[in-house]
């Protein structure tokens, strides 16, 4: 870690040997447990956090619904400034926020810069939305009447977010709510409290530059009891969750039961299709850095590869010998593709998956393995595998967060293999490498792909944030970023106004007093 300049990235970032995890805008003030954030890079013991209490909570929710109040009569436009304040502050702190991101997560540097580019992206974006809240006029079938909608606030946004993008996510939904003129309560993965806390000091240093209510941003820190308490919190309309569907499951039916509403991203089970007429270059690139970027820890990694039977022997044996070529290791060296695992825990899981392949009658075509002894003490180093299965496998039709990559075959036409990409519970990425029109386009059809997105000719990971984000089925239905997502971060309010002298009822009643 010395060698890549991580202690002084923390300093840059005011990471401290044990840290506050519990801040609004300004004030820290954390009476928890205390949770140590350990690196799956070398084990090392980064640093310790000092996690929320229930009474903890209770102060943060105090700060945000009072900065609400203030923060809502702010014209979205200057709400769009401080956001574009802040874009500029993660610009100055990309290279160290880029390392801790890295480092606490295990990413590889270039996708921690590039989580940190996509902070500053959402930030851009907003700040042109924050001129854009649009609603519609309508005509009224009143005399003298004037009928239109206006979107306002909502108030206090709970965000809980996962390991795998412990950065990028939180800003999606923070600069679209800020502009939107909702305050924030963030409770990032415990298994990255650290990359919390250097998030909220960028966004509270803009927020005390302007002199702007402590509150309107604030962080939590703490395992799922944290996140029980804000769903469980009626003062929150909305939670914005993003991690397993075991978790989405849980929190949707806790959010529902006190009518809040609820914006999941969870769990993916994402395939690319090749098809005879596929380029079977840009397929081998695709599907490679789709299973193995990020270790197999994205929510659009690519699981499962289902390919024509007259070309599945050459798409294997190009896939093994590119698989030959990865080099697996230290993610802040940028010479190696593939970093640790977050934790142990994901690490047995790895092993689970290959032993039940296996067991239901999978054949290995890329052995797995855990790497051990000098720069792999972490323990968290895994080979990218490549097992022949079938979709109907068990193990198949579960989200392993690990790079596992399933090979599937099909016969006849495209329809068939659609049909195998469709039929798990998860609908979150889907792509296909054609170059045959009718393929493509049946693909993208309505009777094509179910997921809520859908390529052609690139992979599934690596989504841009102007297009909105997220998926259908167990993948919990929200959608994040770009495009029409800010709506449901706001309230709409239809209104009928009256420029006449008489008072007409609408469908012609009549009411003569
Ligand atoms: P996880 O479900 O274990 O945890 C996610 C967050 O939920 C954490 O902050 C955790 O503390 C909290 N949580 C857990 N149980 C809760 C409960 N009962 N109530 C309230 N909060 C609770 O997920 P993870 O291991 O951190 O992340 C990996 C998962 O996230 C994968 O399934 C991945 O596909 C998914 N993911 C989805 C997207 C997407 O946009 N669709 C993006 C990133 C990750």
């Not at 206006?150 to 709970?158: A, C, E, R, S």
């Amino acid at each position: 870690a010395t060698q890549f300049g991580i202690k002084e990235a923390l300093t840059q970032l005011g990471i401290q040997e044990i840290n506050e995890g519990t801040s609004t805008g300004i004030n820290n003030f954390s009476s928890g447990e205390i949770l140590e954030s350990f690196s799956p890079v070398d084990g090392a013991l980064i640093a310790k956090v000092t996690t929320t209490s229930a009474a903890d909570y209770e102060k943060v929710m105090q700060a945000a619904t009072e900065a609400f109040k203030v923060f809502r009569l702010i014209p979205a436009p200057k709400r769009g400034e401080i956001v574009r304040q802040f874009g500029e502050k993660l610009r100055q702190n990309k290279e160290a926020l880029g390392k801790l991101v890295s480092y606490e997560m295990g990413k590889s540097l270039q996708e921690g810069y590039g989580e940190v580019q996509e902070m500053i992206d959402i930030c851009d974006f907003a700040v042109g939305l924050s001129r854009q809240l649009h609603g519609l006029t309508m005509h009224s079938e009143r005399p003298n009447h004037r009928m239109y909608e206006q979107y306002h606030p909502l108030g206090v946004v709970g965000i809980i977010s996962a390991f795998n993008f412990p950065v990028a996510v939180w800003s999606w939904n923070a600069a679209l709510a800020l502009v939107c003129g909702d305050v924030c309560v963030w409770k990032p993965s415990e298994k990255t409290p650290l990359c919390g806390i250097a998030c909220q000091n960028i966004l509270a240093q803009v927020l005390q530059e302007n002199k702007l209510p402590e509150g309107i941003s604030c962080l939590i820190t703490g395992d799922y009891t944290m996140g029980e308490l804000m769903t469980n919190d009626g003062r929150i309309p909305l939670i914005s969750a993003t991690g397993s569907t075991r978790m989405g499951k849980i929190v949707a039916q806790t959010v529902a039961a006190r009518l809040g509403k609820s914006l999941l991203e969870l769990g993916g089970n994402n395939a690319i299709i090749v098809t005879p007429d596929a380029d079977i270059k840009m397929t081998v690139i695709g599907a490679v850095f789709g299973a193995v970027g990020t270790a197999g820890q994205r929510c659009t990694s690519t699981r499962r590869l289902i390919i024509h039977e007259n070309i599945y022997d050459k798409v294997a044996a190009a896939l093994v010998a590119a698989y030959q070529q990865l080099r697996i290791g230290n993610p802040l060296d940028e010479n190696n593709h593939v970093g640790p695992l977050i934790d142990a825990d994901a690490v047995e899981k790895y092993n689970k998956a290959l032993e039940r392949a296996v067991a239901e009658g999978g054949k290995i075509l890329v052995n797995g393995d855990v790497f051990s002894g000098e720069d792999y003490e972490s323990g968290c180093y895994v080979k990218p595998a490549i097992v022949e299965a079938e979709n109907s496998f068990e193990i198949v039709q579960c989200e392993t967060f690990a790079p596992i990559l399933y090979l599937l075959k099909y016969s006849g036409t495209v329809e068939n293999a659609i049909a195998i990409q469709n039929n798990v519970v998860q609908g979150l990425s889907s792509a296909i490498m054609t170059n045959n029109l009718r393929e493509a386009e049946l693909f993208l059809s309505t009777a094509g792909s179910d997921c809520g997105i859908a390529n052609v000719n690139i992979g599934t990971s690596g989504a841009e944030i102007g297009g909105a984000f997220g998926g259908e089925k167990e993948t919990g239905g929200g959608r994040e970023s770009g495009s029409d997502a800010w709506k449901v971060y706001m309230r709409r309010q239809t209104n009928t106004i009256n420029y006449g002298s008489t008072l007409p009822l609408a469908q012609g009643i009549k009411f003569d007093l």
